[in-house]
């Protein structure tokens, strides 16, 4: 015979009902349990399920991390163990670091180190970029590495490319990240934020505590509350309900445009003083290396005394022909799909300095520059 016997006690179901947060883990750095935390009553708290079984939760498989006014905001995978991040407001010890082990044949995942360093703000800024985990505080974008589990402390910024904009902005705890070919996402008020995996370059001499930065690319217009990758493509979901995909096909045309609507992309060069700011320039010749395509061309602008003129124009020299995208309106007899050098003779005369700019804003039309040549000469001194 075989007695079960239960006992409800009322609010306990709530505590794994609620929580918002988790990530799967386990003995020796399995991934066969499921811990959750992020519930609002008992914010330093996260609970563990059952071997391979996320409907069971012992009423012991919990643990308390911190102090009781320090959220958990989210989870790393570092080296086989678990980070469990905290918020700001607990004394700058915001990482408490986990293993996995058993003890007398039961699950046991005891702390083994506890890190110093700024705390983490936003649920959904965590994400891998190779092996690395990266997660946003107040200054920027950070990383533990391997040798952090192992020290007191992290200072690992990764967004020192990024911050003079990304700092800037409201709701940072708002912002989403996800890491699509090897970049990092992090989305918020209708810009993204993205570091390139595969350019890290040696950290600036201004950010002494880091090993390393990656490239960041800053783009605008791009409203993403959250995004996912489906079929290979990159979507993302609008706070007003909508659903968008990026184009993933570079050889279609049509895959050019914002939703219908043509974009307009734009290279611009500084203010071109020379070797002796205060002599005479002379510029006589501008060339762009344009990448070809089915339908492409550029527009070319030069600004002395704070005024644009256009320099030169060409929509036909850099297409090249295709049956599998054939546009009639924009028919081209070459085959040559190598880029295309255009330019033409310019004269700007006797300045002390000149800016330039290259654009495209047609519909469906990709624009990609490989290179700008400027021709030019000093002479005498200028006089205003």
């Known amino acids: 015979m075989k007695i079960t ?7 306990y179901a709530d505590r794994i009902n609620k929580c918002r947060i988790g990530i799967q883990f386990g003995v020796n750095g ?21 071997l391979n079984d996320p409907t069971y939760w012992g009423d012991q498989a919990y643990s308390v991390l911190g102090q009781s006014d320090s959220a958990i905001v989210g989870y790393s995978i570092v080296n086989a163990r678990l980070a469990a991040h905290k918020d700001s407001t607990d004394s700058d010890r ?24 700024e705390g983490a703000i936003g649920p959904y800024s965590f994400g891998y970029l190779g092996t690395e985990p990266l997660f946003l505080t107040k200054l920027g974008v950070y990383a533990i590495t391997a040798q952090d589990i192992t ?26 990240a996800l890491v699509y070919k090897d970049m990092y996402w992090l989305c918020l008020n209708g810009r993204a934020y993205i570091l390139d995996g ?15 930065q990656y490239a960041g690319f800053y783009c605008t217009n791009i409203p993403a509350r959250v995004l996912w990758e489906q ?45 002796t700011f205060y002599r005479n320039k002379t510029f006589s010749r501008f060339y762009v290396a344009l990448a070809s395509a089915l339908a492409t061309g550029v527009r070319a602008w030069g600004r002395v005394a704070g005024i644009w003129e256009e320099l030169f124009s060409d929509f036909v020299t850099a297409r090249y022909f295709s049956y599998a ?3 009639y309106s924009k028919f081209t007899y070459s085959n040559d799909d190598t880029p295309r050098t255009l330019g033409d003779k310019i004269r700007l005369k006797k300045v002390d300095k000149a800016g330039f700019k290259v654009e495209n ?8 520059l490989d290179s700008i040549g400027i021709e030019f000469v000093e002479t005498g001194y200028y006089r205003a």
């Not at 016997?5 to 609010?11: D, F, L, N, R, W």
Request: hydrophobic share 35%; glycine share 10%.
């Open 151 to 176: 020290g007191e402390k992290y200072s690992q910024s990764r967004s020192f490319f990024l911050n003079g904009k990304l700092l800037e902005e409201n709701g940072l705890e708002e912002a989403f």
């Open 5 to 11: 016997a239960s006992h409800t006690v009322e609010g």
């Open 325 to 327: 995208h054939l546009i």
């Open 231 to 275: 079929d290979g493509a990159l979507w993302f979901g609008t706070a007003d309900g909508r659903l968008c995909a990026f184009a993933n096909e570079p050889s279609d045309p049509l895959n050019y445009n914002d939703n219908g609507e043509a974009i307009y992309a734009c290279w611009r060069t500084p203010d071109l003083s020379g070797k």
């Open 198 to 212: 595969l350019q890290a370059t040696q950290t600036d001499r201004s950010a002494p505590y880091s090993t390393r």
């Open 94 to 117: 915001n990482v408490i670091v986990r293993e996995g082990n058993l003890v007398d044949n039961k699950p046991a995942f005891p702390i083994v180190n506890i890190l110093q360093g």
């Open 361 to 368: 804003g047609v519909l469906n039309e990709p624009f990609g």
């Open 30 to 50: 399995a991934t066969d349990r499921l811990f959750l935390s992020g519930s609002p009553q008992l914010i330093n708290y996260d609970w563990y399920s059952g």
